[in-house]
């Protein structure tokens, strides 16, 4: 039986650059979750007999908004709901499921790579048929309707068993839970060379924190490949994460770091994030930063079955490092560089504009779904490995030498009052006229600007993405406010410095006089103040 509930507006639902993210504690308000289920069914066209694909990363509060939007989605009109076993499915395993079962869209439920727990983050994101993230019009008119719901529509009746596939009704729904990690890995052993992979003696470490990519870890590098049990670290998906922080950067990987950086390290180490579709790579020795793994993995994405016949072209966030440019440039290819998010690079893909897409925020992805996909890039490097003998160190090594080496590093300042960041921001973008020419200790400006994207595929324009200071010989600074966070504000600062031949300097060294400009030119200390980054990836 479909129940009209009545509802009050809450004015905190702004779909973010991943969908809407808030604490535990605020999604549990009453209404809260349905209120914004109900704005985007009210936002979308076509659910009569459509398709739905729920899933989530397992964090906290999983279960119980996966259950709500399953009776919701009965009394909006959806024929089928697809969901993934335990309500799991990780953030690329749900866009290959929505593109296989051609549905209307799906809720992705995850904070991504924020905490998970009672008194940490929660999130939903809605992706569209296409198998990616809403784009910016149908995120604002979700916003649009939060502003003035009244009501939402929900059957009645008791949960579901999540956790035994097969078929169920909820009214006229259909149900199907499904495998979550099943279609996804026989798509990968389409992409890559399995059997090469396999014979190529290869050792490695994988740490799935905790989160949703152990499942997927687990059956296709255990299982399918054949790598030692135990090779997947931390890989059962707990709803808080083991208490740990489940994103795949220098700090909060520090134990896989360090255990690749000493004696006996394998060959290859990895990690992935709280939903997967972020990535981290390590070899034996050598951290290998997303920018440069990008562009490394475009440059040898020849060598896996998938991408044998080459790339259409290559797509960046502009605040990742040009190195991926570089190689567009020599394989004569189109180099795109967009907003942060990944519905950008989204419409590329679409139109057979771009192949290899990529973030400095360890999202690496290609057209085979509409997400960045963690796995997929280990799967990329292990298939590299295996083809040509060498290690992740060589493989740095030979791509500097032919292209230069792009130095690169992000600081995050995390939870800074809003007040203040917005207050660094508007002071900044104030002052852009008037930076070209002038000097900050050697470097000189040469240009300086908020970033706008023209989108080649529909011409839409994106304003304010980030202000972007250039330095006369290829050096920049990039500050930006974070859309992922769910109190305060993250300050992001990209530095980066290219060299067509210092190829084996220390990172910080290179960086320094960067450094320094960047807080003089922003005044990071005096707005914010911290006297230091939180973290340095």
Same mark, same amino acid.
């Given at each position: 039986?479909? #129940? #009209?509930?009545?509802? &009050? ?18 999604? *549990? ?8 289920? *109900? ?45 993934? *076993? ?20 799906? /809720? ?39 502003? &003035? ?32 990690? #099943? ?18 003696? /290869? ?50 990987? =520090? ?37 440069? !793994? ?140 008037? /930076? ?39 050096? =920049?600074?990039?500050? =930006? ?5 769910? !109190?305060?504000?993250?300050? =992001? ?45």
């Amino acid at each position: 039986m479909t #129940t #009209t509930v009545s509802t &009050t507006p809450y004015d905190d639902q702004k779909p973010g650059t991943s969908g809407l993210r808030k604490k535990v504690r605020v999604f *549990q308000q009453p209404h809260y979750a349905e209120n914004f289920v *109900q704005s985007v069914f009210d936002s979308i066209d076509g659910k009569d007999g459509a398709t739905l694909v729920i899933g989530g990363d397992g964090r906290f509060l999983n279960r119980e908004v996966i259950q709500v939007a399953i009776r919701m989605a009965a009394a909006n009109g959806f024929a089928r709901v697809v969901v993934g *076993q335990g309500g799991i499915l990780s953030t690329p395993a749900a866009s290959n499921l929505i593109r296989q079962r051609q549905a209307l869209g799906g /809720l992705v439920l995850s904070a991504s790579h924020n905490p998970g727990g009672p008194d940490e983050d929660f999130g939903i994101k809605y992706n569209i048929g296409n198998g990616g993230p809403a784009p910016e019009k149908v995120t604002e008119a979700i916003h649009a309707r939060t502003k &003035t719901i009244d009501r939402y529509l929900i059957v009645e009746g008791d949960d579901i068993d999540l956790d035994t596939l097969g078929e169920v009704q909820v009214g006229d729904l259909t149900v199907e839970v499904v495998d979550p990690v #099943t279609d996804y890995a026989a798509l990968m052993e389409t992409l890559f060379d399995f059997d090469a992979i396999r014979g190529a003696g /290869l050792t490695m470490a994988f740490d799935a924190m905790s989160a949703v990519t152990g499942p997927y870890a687990t059956e296709i590098l255990e299982n399918r490949l054949g790598f030692a049990r135990g090779t997947v670290r931390n890989g059962t998906p707990l709803p808080d994460f083991g208490g740990h922080h489940p994103d795949p950067n220098l700090v909060h990987a =520090r134990e896989l770091y360090d255990h690749m950086m000493g004696k006996g390290a394998p060959d290859f180490g990895a990690a992935s994030d709280g939903d997967g579709d972020r990535n981290l790579i390590i070899g034996r020795g050598r951290f290998v930063t997303p920018s440069d !793994s990008l562009a490394m993995l475009a440059a040898n994405a020849h060598l896996a079955p998938g991408y044998a016949g080459g790339l259409k072209g290559i797509a960046r966030s502009m605040p990742t490092s040009a190195a991926a440019d570089r190689v567009a440039e020599k394989l004569g290819i189109p180099a795109f560089e967009t907003p942060t998010g990944w519905k950008f690079f989204g419409n590329l893909l679409d139109a057979g504009m771009a192949t290899i897409c990529g973030e400095e925020s360890a999202g690496t992805g290609s057209d085979h779904v509409r997400e960045k996909d963690g796995l997929w890039a280990v799967l990329l490097w292990l298939n590299i490995l295996a083809a040509t003998g060498k290690s992740v160190d060589d493989i740095a090594r030979d791509h500097w030498a032919t292209y230069g080496r792009n130095y690169y590093a992000r600081h995050d300042y995390e939870g800074v009052e809003s007040e203040r960041a917005d207050a660094l921001m508007a002071e900044l973008r104030g002052k852009l006229a008037s /930076l070209p020419g002038t000097r900050f200790g050697d470097l000189t400006v040469e240009a300086a600007d908020d970033f706008a994207y023209t989108d080649p595929t529909d011409q839409s324009v994106s304003r304010n993405q980030g202000v972007r200071i250039l330095f006369e010989g290829g050096s =920049r600074v990039v500050f =930006r406010l974070s859309g992922t966070g769910t !109190s305060g504000a993250t300050l =992001r600062v990209y530095l980066e410095r290219y060299s067509a031949d210092e190829l084996d300097r220390e990172t910080p060294d290179m960086l320094a006089d960067i450094i320094t400009a960047a807080d003089d030119i922003a005044g990071i200390t005096r707005h914010t103040a911290r006297t230091e980054p939180d973290v340095i990836t």
